[in-house]
């Protein structure tokens, strides 16, 4: 069955505001993670990844954060915007061969301006 | 340049006929993937190709699914007398390395079953 997944289906937040959408996995051996962003009536678009020998990666507006410990993942956006309006997966490898990805169920960013 | 294209963006089929869906993936890429979106779900895991090889097929749901690569750069997965329940969005991606790193997605075909 699928190891990742994520707490809150649905986020609403106002523009400008930060934004918090969070991942937990159970696979402890999972060493990558990724976060796809994926709108309305198109493919999932990548974010930002993070591989396991590290706790904290930035991207531009975006920050991912990994706890090991309790296996937890998070992606922050600074400032959000109406254009980051969208469902958020997180992911991670299916296997150790590491050929595909599983994702979680998704949380939905709404933005109102 | 160009990203990952796929053919047709949607499709309508009778129960029982037979579909193919393209994919063009980003020119280059090693690897290739195949994978199912249910509406309201995040994508699940169909195929593998690394080249022309395919190299895991565990997420295909049923031998009615088949998917090629024959020249290591198109594919094409082919749904055989299809059902109501294969209803989805199917999504190809691409990646210019093996093992685990960013896949680049394309925009899915739309698949609907009557």
């Known amino acids: 069955g699928e190891s990742v997944g994520l707490h809150l289906p649905t986020l609403s937040v106002q523009e400008g505001d930060n934004s918090i959408i969070n991942c937990a996995y159970s696979n402890s051996a999972s060493d990558y993670f990724i976060w796809y962003k994926q709108e309305s009536g198109k493919g999932p678009q990548f974010i930002i990844d993070?591989?396991?020998?590290?706790d904290k990666r930035q991207g531009q507006r975006v920050t991912v954060l990994l706890n090991k410990t309790v296996k937890h993942l998070s992606l922050q956006i600074a400032a959000t915007q109406p254009g980051d309006s969208a469902v958020y997966f997180c992911?991670?490898?299916?296997?150790?061969?590491?050929?595909?990805?599983?994702f979680g169920k998704g949380t939905t960013l709404s933005v109102s301006s | 340049g160009a990203g990952v294209s796929q053919s047709p963006r949607y499709k309508v089929a009778k129960r029982g006929q037979d579909v193919a869906l393209r994919c063009d993936p980003i020119?280059?890429?090693?690897?290739l993937f195949w994978y199912q979106q249910a509406l309201g779900q995040g994508p699940e895991f169909l195929t593998y190709f690394q080249n022309e090889a395919q190299l895991d097929k565990s997420g295909l749901p049923s031998d009615r699914f088949f998917a090629e690569r024959p020249e290591g750069s198109v594919s094409t997965l082919k749904i055989q007398r299809t059902q109501q329940e294969d209803s989805a969005v199917y999504l190809c991606?691409?990646?210019?390395?093996?093992?685990?790193?960013?896949?680049?997605f394309g925009p899915g075909t739309r698949l609907t079953v009557l």
């Open positions: 993070i591989r396991s020998n590290m």
């Open positions: 020119s280059g890429h090693v690897s």
């Open positions: 991606a691409s990646s210019s390395r093996t093992g685990a790193n960013e896949q680049f």
């Open positions: 992911a991670e490898p299916r296997n150790q061969a590491g050929t595909a990805l599983i």
